[in-house]
């Protein structure tokens, strides 16, 4: 494996000393925070949801989502035991409120009893899920009826482009409706590079 391999496979699921520096570097990159706060701001979270991140990564958008938040509460779960650290020392006092849970996870994990949720989301997670329409499936049977999950993805590859980030959009949205997810709509931001969410209702 080269080491650009390696990089790559940190992003994918940081682990040991390096996967540290890993997750300082998405939670300080100023595209990512952005991307993160955009993301959250296109669920309109009300004080009361109940509200699920796949691949909390260092727990930035938890922060902002937790800040909308009363009585309402959000997952976030990583396959990434370094990312939950990140996550749950980041999100202390929200964590120690009540508003915040954080746990090591997969999707596969989560569908047996924590839902339903009343919003799901992801940010640049999609491009490492093998079997996209299986992973919609499992959001569709654990969103509450008429609840909304989106899924953000900016490219990050060689030579990212807005074409590349379109495509991935459309690829999205046709494993998204086999599922059963409807009102499915493509949000772009102007970042650099730039960046998509595609989101879908559940409405029964």
Request: glycine residues 8%; charged residues 25%.
């Amino acid at each position: 494996m080269g080491i650009r391999d390696r990089v790559v496979g940190q992003f994918k699921k940081p682990s040991g000393p390096f996967g540290h520096i890993v997750g300082w570097i998405m939670a300080a990159r100023s595209s990512n925070r952005e991307r993160s706060r955009w993301t959250a701001g296109l669920l309109h979270i009300d004080p009361d949801d109940r509200v699920l991140e796949i691949g909390c990564g260092p727990g930035v958008a938890l922060q902002h989502v937790a800040r909308r938040l009363l009585s309402g509460t959000i997952l976030g779960i990583d396959h990434s035991p370094v990312m939950v650290e990140q996550a749950a020392r980041r999100n202390r006092e929200a964590i120690e409120a009540g508003r915040v849970l954080v746990r090591a996870s997969t999707i596969e994990d989560v569908r047996a009893g924590d839902g339903p949720f009343t919003k799901i989301f992801s940010v640049n997670v999609i491009q490492f899920v093998p079997d996209q329409p299986a992973f919609f499936r499992v959001l569709y049977s654990i969103l509450a009826p008429g609840g909304v999950a989106a899924t953000a993805y900016q490219p990050r590859t060689k030579n990212p482009s807005r074409a590349s980030a379109l495509a991935m959009a459309d690829k999205i949205s046709a494993a998204m409706k086999p599922t059963g997810f409807t009102k499915i709509r493509v949000e772009e931001r102007d970042l650099k590079p730039p960046a998509v969410c595609v989101i879908g209702m559940r409405l029964e």
